[in-house]
Nanobody, 124 residues
């Protein structure tokens, strides 16, 4: 099965941008739905959005869809999360996860493969 590695995290000031990458290896990446999640300190992990392997609509959490963009490049086995106008409340560890489902799930249990996470810190 595929293994996932996130990269691109870092520290930015409010209003800045970051582009995270989720790279898959060891499996047929193009046949996995990829979800993005984040977990802030002391908070539960929450769905950011995701892209199904079927070519269907990309899903975004309502509160983030105006600032975050998810894209997929199967030739590079990579899914990207571009984040603009970052705010301190976006500070979290960001994870990508893979599922063989045909739709984007918003719950952790819907994914069976997880990356190690990448830290995003936004200062005011």
């Amino acid at each position: 099965q595929v293994q996932l590695v996130e990269s691109g995290g870092g520290s930015v000031q409010a209003g800045g941008s970051l582009k995270l990458a989720c790279v898959g290896s060891g499996g047929t990446f193009s046949r996995y739905t990829i979800g993005w999640f984040r977990q802030a300190p002391g908070m539960e992990r929450e769905s950011v959005g995701g892209v199904p392997w079927t070519g269907g609509a990309i899903y975004y959490a309502d509160s983030l869809k105006d600032r975050f963009t998810i894209s997929r490049d199967n030739a590079l086995n990579t899914v990207y999360l571009e984040m603009n106008n970052l705010q301190p409340e976006d500070t979290a560890v960001y994870y990508c996860a893979a599922s063989e489902r045909t739709f984007v799930g918003i719950y952790e249990y819907e994914y069976n493969i997880w990356g190690q996470g990448t830290q995003v810190t936004v200062s005011s």
